[in-house]
């Protein structure tokens, strides 16, 4: 693995993702936002987070397999979440939580979390983007 996630002591051990990642491959693999779409382009789970953001973490790990690279070599994640408040994050990490059982991991690569007003079209409430990192 190109990859090793730290919570360096000093700072707060977050359940959903590790503070630090340490790459030591030389590819880097840019994702474009991955939102709530089937293979056909169809939104997924309209009107619920979860289900949004289980779509969206399925679709960042079907991008890496068709470059040769899995969840685990994730070094980083961007989450844009439409109107966000506080009192929708146990639905974004039952999302996570939905997709890792799904994938058969648990995605912790440090991650941000950015509300956003609007997304490219009206039925996505989250988009998640990634940049792994290959030997």
Same mark, same amino acid.
């Given at each position: 693995? $190109?990859? =090793? /996630?730290?919570?360096? #002591?000093? /700072?707060?051990?977050? @359940?959903?993702?590790?503070?630090? +990642?340490?790459? +030591?491959? +030389?590819? &880097? %693999?840019?994702?474009?936002?991955?939102?709530?779409? @089937? $293979?056909?382009?169809?939104? !997924?789970?309209?009107?619920? /987070?979860?289900?949004? !953001?289980?779509?969206?973490?399925?679709?960042?790990?079907?991008?890496?397999?068709?470059?040769?690279? +899995?969840? *685990?070599?994730?070094?980083? &994640? #961007?989450?844009?979440?439409?109107?966000?408040?506080?009192?929708?994050?146990?639905?974004?990490?039952? *999302?996570?939580?939905?997709? *890792?059982?799904? &994938?058969?991991? #648990?995605? !912790?690569?440090?991650? #941000? /979390?950015?509300?956003?007003?609007?997304?490219?079209?009206?039925?996505?409430? %989250?988009?998640?983007?990634? =940049? $792994? !990192?290959?030997?």
């Amino acid at each position: 693995m $190109a990859i =090793t /996630l730290v919570n360096p #002591t000093g /700072l707060p051990e977050i @359940d959903a993702y590790r503070q630090v +990642s340490v790459a +030591s491959g +030389s590819r &880097l %693999v840019f994702l474009a936002g991955q939102v709530a779409w @089937d $293979a056909d382009g169809v939104t !997924v789970g309209e009107g619920d /987070l979860a289900a949004q !953001v289980e779509q969206c973490y399925v679709n960042v790990a079907t991008a890496l397999a068709g470059v040769g690279a +899995s969840l *685990g070599d994730v070094a980083k &994640l #961007t989450i844009y979440v439409v109107d966000w408040t506080p009192d929708k994050m146990p639905r974004l990490m039952d *999302g996570i939580a939905r997709a *890792g059982k799904r &994938l058969g991991v #648990t995605p !912790v690569p440090p991650a #941000t /979390l950015i509300g956003v007003a609007a997304l490219d079209v009206p039925e996505h409430l %989250v988009e998640v983007e990634a =940049t $792994a !990192v290959l030997d």
